[in-house]
């Protein structure tokens, strides 16, 4: 089924009602999101959890909030570590309010968790961004760096990777063995 519009707004994606299937809003055209399986939503539940347990309090981690990327772009990340103290009830975040977004890459989601969703969170200014593989699991930690791409804003850079340890001082000091978020 075709999309007869492409100027949906984020007005139009909060009218749905709320048993609409999950939805992300991408330049004015609302995507339906396949289902996650359950080694995905495994993966994310284990993250989530030793985010929690890790992070420091000013943060808090949580799943499949929307974040508002611009008047017709709302992503869902699969895990966001937020400021702590934003009102409970919030069901879509500011990329200010996001520290870091994760998504887990799934095969139906492959491109746009790889280069769609990276470049649209870097151009919004959310300061890092994880990605992880799955089957093995490997997760990539990207920072906002300097360099600029082709449409001028910022792009993300590299600062780790690994399918067995990973090891950052930001966005706090993290050291990750990637088994803990293995189902």
């Known amino acids: ?25 991408v330049d004015g055209v609302i995507h339906v999101t396949p289902s996650p399986t359950l080694g995905h939503q ?7 959890s030793w985010l929690h347990s890790h992070a420091p309090k000013h943060l808090r981690a949580t799943q499949a909030v929307g974040v508002t990327l611009s008047h017709n772009t709302s992503r869902q990340p699969d895990v966001v570590l937020c400021r702590a ?3 409970s009830d919030r069901s879509r ?23 769609a969703k990276p470049g649209e969170y870097a151009a919004a200014g959310i300061p890092f961004y994880w990605r992880v593989e799955q089957d093995p699991v490997h997760l990539y930690a990207y920072r906002l760096g300097d360099r600029i791409g082709p449409g001028g804003e910022r792009q993300y850079e590299l600062q780790a990777d690994s399918a067995d340890l990973i090891e950052l001082t930001e966005p706090f000091d993290v050291k ?8």
């Open 93 to 115: 975040l500011r990329p200010a309010d996001v520290v870091l977004a994760v998504e887990i890459v799934s095969p139906g989601t492959r491109r746009v968790d790889r280069f």
């Open 85 to 87: 103290g934003l009102p």
């Open 176 to 183: 990750l063995l990637v088994a803990e978020i293995v189902p």
């Open 1 to 25: 089924m075709r999309q007869q519009r492409a100027d949906y707004t984020l007005e139009d994606l909060l009218a749905l009602p709320d048993d609409a299937p999950r939805v992300e809003l």
């Open 42 to 48: 495994n993966i994310s539940f284990l993250l989530t």
